[in-house]
């Protein structure tokens, strides 16, 4: 049996989607197959090349899932209809493209979210979650969080810039410095090579074998992960970058740890049922949020550095 996986044509704006990576809306292009199916929700391509450049293709998902390939690894590629055609397996895996050591920009604490912080957080948590998350910043003071895997290589960095007044991100697309990406940064500074391709890891899974008698508590933002690790060092807190990000392939390398999910306020549906497709994995839902939060919370989105930090807010005044 073989199968044949093109990238979807535009029809209307319900076929672009949201992309997994960099988040934006209708901007993300599915592979689907010969009748029109998807093949998974994080397979396609973004439309912003330079400013995002994700891009995963068949041939890496079925690397990721060998248990799904019933018709896989591409063998030739047809130029005049633009297919990938898919016949037999191989147990090979692709290694990531990863950003070279001497690219990484070092730890800084010179960012508008860290000085935030500092007015709540005592400046031995901040130093501690400094070093062990390896928190780095640009020259304009926006914070770089790294992707760095479990075997010490750095995928990516997700470059954020927040109110230094208020700690929120700042959403709006007129601002300068809203988000960007280290791997593309690098790209537009011919830093990296062509064929490079983004593959993301959880943020701080390279914890994972230093602390490997620690509960993993999982939330979608990196900003949470960091607040709630200065505030709750019992658990081992990641990220997954977005409420997409709950994939299998990122949450491979949990296999064998007790995990904690805690999702935004918006996302507690999503992500109950999505722990169900991960019965490898010992994990659970926090309820939380679910159980205590106010209409307001719902209404604002919140999630669990937001409930954190306005106590702390609450505390210190």
């Known amino acids: 049996m073989s199968h ?30 010969d009748n029109g199916n998807i093949l998974h929700p994080t397979v396609g391509r973004c439309d912003h090349e330079s400013s995002c ?48 050591h001497n690219l990484i920009p070092p730890p800084s604490a010179t960012n508008h979210l860290i000085s935030y912080l500092k007015t709540m957080i005592p400046s031995s948590a901040i130093d501690r979650i400094i070093a062990d998350y390896r928190l780095a910043s640009t020259s304009d003071q926006a914070i770089i969080f790294l992707q760095i895997d479990q075997d010490n290589q750095c995928r990516t960095g997700k470059i954020m810039q927040y109110d230094p007044a208020t700690g929120h991100r700042i959403k709006d697309p007129n601002k300068p410095g809203r988000i960007n990406w280290l791997h593309s940064v690098l790209k537009r500074r011919k830093q990296l090579p062509p064929d490079w391709q983004l593959t993301q890891c959880l943020f701080g ?27 709750m060092p019992q658990y081992l807190w990641l990220a997954t970058g977005g409420k997409s990000g709950l994939t299998s392939e990122r949450l491979n390398s949990l296999k064998g740890r007790k995990i904690i999910v805690f999702p935004d306020i918006d996302a507690f549906k999503d992500w109950q049922q999505k722990i169900f497709t991960f019965p490898h994995l010992d994990i659970r839902i926090s309820r939380l949020l679910e159980d205590n939060a106010t209409p307001a919370d719902r209404a604002a989105h919140i999630d669990l550095a937001d409930w954190i930090l306005k106590y702390l807010e609450t505390n210190n005044n």
Do not use: W
């Open 205 to 231: 899974e390279h914890l994972l074998p230093q602390h490997q008698d620690k509960t993993v508590a999982l939330v979608e933002s990196e900003k949470t992960a960091i607040i709630c690790s200065a505030m």
């Open 53 to 100: 450049g994700y891009h995963r293709t068949p041939r890496q998902y079925f690397h990721d899932h060998p248990e799904h390939r019933h018709f896989v690894i591409p063998s030739e590629r047809s130029e005049s209809r633009n297919l990938l055609h898919y016949r037999h397996a191989r147990p090979d895996r692709a290694s990531p493209s990863i950003i070279p």
């Open 4 to 33: 044949y996986y093109t990238l979807q044509k535009y029809t209307n704006p319900s076929s672009r989607h949201t992309c997994p990576a960099c988040e934006r809306p209708r901007c993300f292009t599915l592979y689907i197959d």
